[in-house]
């Protein structure tokens, strides 16, 4: 069971379970010391994990090997981002975990991480549902350039901005722009549920979380309502958006939210669909906290060679 105190945001682990009047008696010595006046406070809420949901962001793809912003351009897995997507499916059965639906999005790096995890897994009929709604976040002008350089000649800061913040949209992508055919030529986008007119030419990550919500709520939620362990199979900045949603991350707060590519993360829900502990990165986490640092360092200025 899990503790919550969603008045502090601050939330409690034990392997037994806890009944509230017995949270400040020795059982709950590893509480720490300053959590446990909190916990004695009116504001408790005993809240039970009722459904598993797993993220996961692609495999590395060719161009978050060359430091390019990939986003809507079709990139594929590289030879490490395949590896990524099978050592992903594969601690995810040594764990025991098993899979009812995977959604992914329209982008192949998304898809075939889902395939090479449900391999992995020996998984493979498990239906897979894609939509645009989980594409990564279209980043617009930018997409294409390489990070570093673009850090050199408008400073980390904006880089950092354009990539993380909540609300600042990158200049929209017009029709002179060298991918602009290569996307909106592309058959696949004349299949999703909005005009290919109506589709993005960028977005914020605010953005992202408006085109996302209204397929979450109508396709993943029921899913997940019924008792289905699903996988959602997309990007970094869409998992973001999804996070934040689902976390009730603040904007402030999501700008230090970095996700490694083919860590899978899995969080714990209760009935309403709210996380009743952290998020939990699967895997070696001296290994994740090096892959998220390298995720961030990709914003810091370098002459490209
Ligand atoms: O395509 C992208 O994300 P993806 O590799 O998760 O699909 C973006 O270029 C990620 O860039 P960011 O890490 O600067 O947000």
Same mark, same amino acid.
């Given at each position: 069971?899990? !503790?919550?105190?969603?008045?502090?945001?601050?939330?409690?682990?034990?392997?037994?379970?806890?009944?509230?009047?017995?949270?400040?008696?020795?059982?709950?010595?590893? #509480?720490?010391?300053?959590?446990? &006046? @909190? #916990?004695?406070?009116?504001?408790?809420?005993?809240?039970?994990?009722?459904?598993?949901? *797993?993220?996961?962001?692609?495999?590395? &793809?060719?161009?978050?090997?060359?430091?390019? *912003?990939?986003?809507?351009?079709?990139?594929?897995?590289?030879?490490?981002?395949?590896?990524?997507?099978?050592?992903?499916?594969?601690?995810?059965?040594?764990?025991?975990?098993?899979?009812?639906?995977? *959604?992914?999005? @329209?982008?192949?790096?998304?898809?075939?991480?889902?395939?090479?995890?449900?391999?992995?897994?020996?998984?493979?009929?498990?239906?897979?549902?894609?939509?645009?709604?989980?594409?990564?976040?279209?980043?617009?002008?930018? #997409?294409?350039?390489? %990070?570093?350089?673009?850090?050199?000649?408008?400073?980390?800061?904006?880089?950092?901005?354009?990539?993380?913040?909540?609300? @600042?949209?990158?200049?929209?992508?017009?029709?002179?722009?060298?991918? *602009?055919?290569?996307?909106?030529?592309?058959?696949?986008?004349?299949?999703?549920?909005?005009?290919?007119?109506?589709?993005?030419?960028?977005?914020?990550?605010?953005?992202?979380?408006?085109?996302?919500?209204?397929?979450?709520?109508?396709?993943?939620?029921?899913?997940?309502?019924?008792?289905?362990?699903?996988?959602?199979?997309?990007?970094?900045?869409?998992? %973001?958006?999804? !996070?934040?949603?689902?976390?009730?991350?603040?904007?402030?707060?999501?700008?230090?939210?970095?996700?490694?590519? &083919?860590?899978?993360?899995?969080?714990?829900?209760?009935?309403?669909?709210?996380?009743?502990?952290?998020?939990?990165?699967?895997?070696?986490?001296?290994? @994740?906290?090096?892959? #998220?640092?390298?995720?961030?360092?990709?914003?810091?200025?370098?002459?490209?060679?």
């Amino acid at each position: 069971c899990y !503790l919550d105190l969603s008045a502090k945001r601050y939330s409690v682990h034990s392997n037994t379970s806890i009944h509230p009047s017995r949270l400040a008696d020795k059982q709950c010595s590893t #509480i720490p010391k300053n959590a446990r &006046g @909190i #916990i004695q406070s009116p504001l408790l809420v005993l809240r039970m994990s009722k459904y598993r949901l *797993f993220l996961l962001r692609h495999g590395e &793809g060719a161009w978050n090997k060359e430091n390019r *912003f990939c986003s809507w351009v079709d990139q594929k897995l590289s030879e490490d981002g395949v590896k990524e997507a099978r050592d992903c499916g594969r601690l995810l059965k040594e764990q025991g975990y098993k899979f009812d639906l995977v *959604f992914t999005s @329209i982008l192949s790096r998304s898809v075939h991480t889902a395939w090479l995890v449900l391999e992995a897994m020996g998984q493979e009929w498990v239906p897979v549902v894609k939509s645009w709604r989980l594409n990564e976040r279209h980043y617009g002008a930018l #997409i294409g350039l390489n %990070r570093a350089q673009m850090a050199l000649q408008h400073g980390e800061e904006k880089v950092k901005l354009w990539r993380r913040s909540y609300n @600042i949209t990158p200049p929209p992508m017009d029709e002179s722009h060298p991918y *602009f055919p290569e996307i909106y030529n592309d058959r696949r986008y004349t299949t999703c549920d909005v005009p290919k007119e109506k589709l993005p030419r960028a977005e914020s990550l605010k953005e992202v979380l408006d085109r996302l919500l209204p397929y979450w709520d109508s396709a993943v939620v029921p899913e997940i309502r019924k008792g289905r362990t699903v996988l959602i199979s997309a990007h970094g900045n869409s998992c %973001r958006a999804l !996070l934040k949603h689902l976390e009730g991350i603040s904007d402030e707060d999501i700008v230090s939210v970095t996700l490694p590519t &083919g860590i899978p993360v899995l969080l714990e829900l209760d009935e309403n669909l709210k996380p009743v502990k952290p998020r939990q990165l699967l895997g070696d986490q001296a290994k @994740i906290q090096v892959a #998220i640092k390298k995720v961030e360092d990709q914003g810091k200025a370098k002459q490209s060679t």
